[in-house]
């Protein structure tokens, strides 16, 4: 089988596929940016033949206008907008319109936007009740994955995904409850009360309030960390069909409500390979300790027969400089000062270990850099955060990409269920063999 690209008369694109001895075209299809997809949809009823893509390396599963990541230049845009002028000159509010509606808000529209989310922080008081039935001991990721869902039982019979004014509440409810939710957790799991949300606080502030604040005295929230904060959660927002945003497609292409999605999507980014690496990353630093043990784990890193990684490095699509990562060093500087902390011991190792990796062959040759959780951690411990609360911070962060993911699909008059095939390797018929015949 060979595949040439060649030209319909019309001067469209296409691909010829040669299969024992017939050709079939298959259309080309440009997007405005990015690489060109073939159109393999009538592949199967012409030729009988699947595509096989286990990890889909290769393989678009949906057309998006959301964001766009070049692997290899080391870009990321928020509907065209570059990631560091976002989270340099925007806020996560802004960036939550921006990945929702297609546009920046003009000014009337964020702060109808903003106070939209902000009425909506709330949750109903019965869903307290939910955080009494886990341990306190309970990883606040397994708490976030049911809470989630059982907002469901709370929105489920006004839920029409049908009806764009109940989609739009849906996704305003998702962003605005996120926080609350999260910081329940928290609070649950060290045993203090829950903090109310603050209307006269922004998203960022409100958040840390409900995290540290306690009924016995005023707790006023540092602008820089709140700022710290804001800029996280833009740069976690979205990141175009990773394995979390495609399971909460798959899940809503099902016609399942969005809170149900969500706490799929929130399932999937708990993955130490996938969401749960900036928690890995610093107890993967702390277990170096001290820079002089980094030569040990990097060689570990690269034994083949050691199935130990450096966690935080490495991206299946980045293949240069995460961009994320950098703004998320700068805001690692930025909190460490702020807190005093601007020379722990765990930010060295993470330099030095950062230093040596970049220059050794074998990270270089297999295009291994530091991604998003590299930083991360070092900052959200720097922030007063648990490491098991690190994912939950990403998932709070990463709602807004989930639902605009999900509204796009749901948008789409042509989107259908997600059924992919496979390659079937097992046995071929056989006949029952009656147990004493075993
Ligand atoms: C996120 O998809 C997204 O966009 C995700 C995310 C988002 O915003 O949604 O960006 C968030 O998940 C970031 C990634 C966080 N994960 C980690 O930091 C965990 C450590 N990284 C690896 O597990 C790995 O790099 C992945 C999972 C991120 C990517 O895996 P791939 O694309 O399947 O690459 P691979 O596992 O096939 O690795 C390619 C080679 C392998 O060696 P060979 O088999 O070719 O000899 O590189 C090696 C791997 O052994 N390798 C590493 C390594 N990562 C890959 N070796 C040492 N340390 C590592 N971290």
Redesign the pocket.
């Known amino acids: 089988m060979s595949v040439a690209e060649n030209l319909r008369p019309s001067g469209a694109a296409e691909a010829s596929v040669l299969i024992d001895g017939a050709t079939y075209d298959l259309p080309i299809r440009k997007g405005t940016i990015g690489p060109d997809v073939i159109d393999i949809n009538s592949l199967y009823q012409d030729t009988g033949c699947f595509t096989y893509d286990p990890?889909f390396t290769s393989t678009a599963s949906c057309e998006s206008k959301i964001t766009f990541i070049d692997g290899d230049e080391g870009i990321l845009l928020y509907r065209g907008y570059p990631i560091d002028q976002l989270a340099e000159y925007g806020s996560f509010v802004e960036t939550c319109y921006l990945l929702l509606y297609g546009e920046l808000p003009t000014r009337e529209q964020y702060k109808a936007f903003d106070s939209r989310i902000v009425k909506h922080t709330m949750v109903h008081e019965q869903m307290t009740r939910f955080y009494t039935g886990f341990r306190r001991d309970a990883h606040p990721m397994a708490v976030m994955v049911g809470v989630v869902g059982a907002l469901s039982a709370f929105y489920h019979d006004s839920i029409d995904i049908k009806d764009p004014e109940q989609r739009d509440i849906a996704s305003i409810r998702m962003i605005a409850k996120m926080p609350t939710i999260a910081a329940m957790a928290y609070k649950y799991s060290i045993g203090q009360p829950f903090v109310y949300p603050r209307n006269e606080l922004t998203y960022s502030a409100n958040f840390l309030h409900m995290c540290f604040a306690v009924p016995c005295e005023e707790y006023k929230v540092d602008p820089v960390l709140a700022r710290a904060m804001d800029r996280i959660f833009i740069l976690?927002a979205d990141?175009?069909q990773?394995?979390?945003t495609s399971t909460v497609r798959l899940a809503g292409s099902s016609g399942a409500n969005p809170f149900a999605c969500i706490s799929a999507g929130i399932a999937c980014l708990w993955g130490?390979?996938?969401?749960g690496?900036n928690e890995a990353?610093l107890m993967m630093l702390q277990q170096i300790g001290s820079v002089d043990r980094i030569p040990e784990f990097i060689k570990r890193?690269k034994d083949?027969s050691d199935p130990f990684?450096?966690?935080?490095?490495?991206?299946?699509?980045y293949k240069n400089y995460d961009p994320r990562a950098k703004i998320m060093q700068k805001t690692c500087h930025e909190v460490l000062d702020a807190v005093g902390l601007g020379n722990d011991p765990i930010l060295q190792v993470a330099l030095e270990l950062e230093r040596i990796a970049l220059s050794d062959d074998y990270f270089i040759q297999?295009k291994?850099y530091p991604?998003?959780?590299f930083y991360s951690g070092i900052t959200l411990k720097a922030l007063g955060f648990p490491t098991d609360m690190f994912t939950v911070l990403f998932a709070i962060a990463r709602t807004v990409g989930w639902i605009a993911q999900w509204k796009e699909m749901i948008e789409d008059p042509m989107h259908r269920i997600g059924r992919p095939r496979q390659l079937y390797t097992g046995a071929t018929e056989r006949a029952y063999v009656a147990t004493e015949a075993r």
Do not use: C, Q, T, Y
């Open positions: 990890g976690h990141h175009e990773n394995a979390s130490p390979a996938h969401g690496a990353a890193a083949k990684r450096l966690m935080g490095f490495g991206h299946r699509v297999k291994l991604n998003i959780d």
